[in-house]
């Protein structure tokens, strides 16, 4: 059973520029939700993917986007970087997303990806 | 507004017991997650408490109090390899988690 896998690992972009980071979720899990963690502090809620549909978001602009695919891989992007988007960038993938917690939603994160922005 | 307090660092001793609290408000609650971060490393699941009382796991236990929005995680037997953050995190009525900063917990020989 592979793991979340995410890449890159490392990138370093420019003010204005555009990033697409990229997650392949854990085998038999259908639901990916991206963070966002300063150095420092807990991850922040990005958004979540479940069956192709974004079904949650958190406090971040509409420059943060995303996708998922019938794979259930998934891709984060964000246009017009700016300097505090410099943070690690985590996918994380779940079982099921049914609203009945059974223990089964726990997540599985990837490695993340670092982004730094100049 | 949603907020998740914890300490921002603890240091303890190798064998020895600490206990890391957490204190949270959420607009509803569907549980709460304790997550181990290692430096440079992903979020790895420790425990989930939904119902209150304590929950043992080998040398990691996690406690819960809904009245008083209440969680602790508590670490026996400590070993070096427990060096790392520990994130509480709270599950609001939209299933969404809410994190907290995270304990940085130190291990001293």
């Known amino acids: 059973e592979t793991g979340v896998t995410q890449s890159p690992t490392h990138l370093i972009k420019t003010r204005g520029q555009q990033v697409t980071l990229r997650c392949s979720s854990q085998?038999?899990?259908?639901?990916v939700s991206w963070y966002q963690q300063a150095l420092g502090q807990g991850p922040q809620f990005i958004f979540q993917?479940?069956?192709?549909?974004?079904?949650g978001r958190g406090n971040f602009p509409p420059r943060f986007s995303g996708l998922q695919f019938p794979n259930y891989s998934s891709e984060l992007n964000v246009n017009a970087l700016e300097l505090d988007d410099s943070a690690l960038y985590l996918c994380?993938?779940?079982?099921?997303?049914?609203?009945?917690?059974?223990?089964?939603?726990?997540?599985?994160f990837g490695a993340g990806s670092r982004l730094t922005v100049l | 507004g949603q907020n998740i307090d914890q300490p921002t660092e603890m240091t303890a001793t190798e064998g020895a017991i600490v206990q890391i609290n957490c204190t949270y408000q959420?607009?509803?609650?569907?549980?709460l997650f304790w997550y181990q971060q290692h430096a440079g490393e992903a979020p790895t699941f420790l425990s989930y408490?939904?119902l209150d009382g304590l929950e043992e796991k080998g040398r990691f236990s996690s406690f819960l109090s809904r009245s008083k929005g209440y969680s602790y995680l508590l670490l026996k037997e400590l070993q070096m390899k427990d060096s790392a953050s520990y994130l509480c995190?709270?599950?609001?009525?939209?299933?969404?988690?809410?994190w907290g900063a995270g304990t940085k917990l130190i291990i001293k020989p």
């Open positions: 408490n939904v």
């Open positions: 995190a709270s599950t609001d009525s939209n299933y969404q988690l809410i």
């Open positions: 085998s038999g899990h259908n639901t």
């Open positions: 994380a993938s779940s079982a099921d997303l049914t609203g009945a917690f059974s223990g089964a939603n726990v997540l599985t």
């Open positions: 993917y479940y069956r192709e549909e974004e079904n």
């Open positions: 959420t607009s509803g609650f569907n549980g």
